[in-house]
């Protein structure tokens, strides 16, 4: 069966405190891994999309990473104002994109 | 502007009254999804459709149906709501030879 699971479901930093957030994911025929940002009251905000292991994407604090397993997004000096639900999906068919439930990420000044 | 516009944005209905949730895009994009989020849960697939004459059920479409109106218009009906239907619905699009998916803003859907 197809699934994501996202790590963890909760995460607390004091801003420059640099972490990771983790996505593991089975699948049959992955077509691609993308990550999303959620702010409270709003729509998933497309942020990388990967498509092979060994591929890696930046954006400002940002930098996503794909293995055959899993997939992580490193956040660099993190601010505040990156203070957002991140959220993982991965695309096994045409159509099928299965999401995560999402790290919950807190940035304290 | 908002390339993805849902209304309304917040809707309280009662039980057993047709309600219908809206969705217009100005990305140009020729697919369209409907997609409802539960607290604990990831964003489960409703409807798809890949162009005006393409219409798909996803994982949860009991209860649900969906009109197709133009390439840029996608409605969601809930013929008879009832309160586990409560949740947020959100529209998106992606466009043929991307994957990328990109979110309206969502609706609020609460049935009492």
Known sequence: EDQVTQSPEALRLQEGESSSLNCSYTVSGLRGLFWYRQDPGKGPEFLFTLYSAGEEKEKERLKATLTKKESFLHITAPKPEDSATYLCAVQSGTYKYIFGTGTRLKVLA | ?112
């Open chain 2, 1 to 112: 502007d908002a390339d993805v516009t849902q209304t309304p944005r917040n809707r309280i209905t009662k039980t057993g009254k047709r309600i219908m949730l809206e969705c217009s895009q100005t990305k140009g994009h020729d697919r369209m999804y409907w997609y409802r989020q539960d607290p604990g849960l990831g964003l489960r697939l409703i409807y798809y459709s890949f162009d005006v004459k393409d219409i798909n059920k996803g994982e949860i479409s009991d209860g649900y149906s969906v009109s197709r109106q133009a390439q840029a218009k996608f409605s969601l009906s809930l013929e008879s709501a009832i309160p586990n239907q409560t949740a947020l619905y959100f529209c998106a699009t992606s466009a043929t030879g991307t994957y990328e998916q990109y979110f309206g803003p969502g609706t609020r859907l609460t049935v009492t």
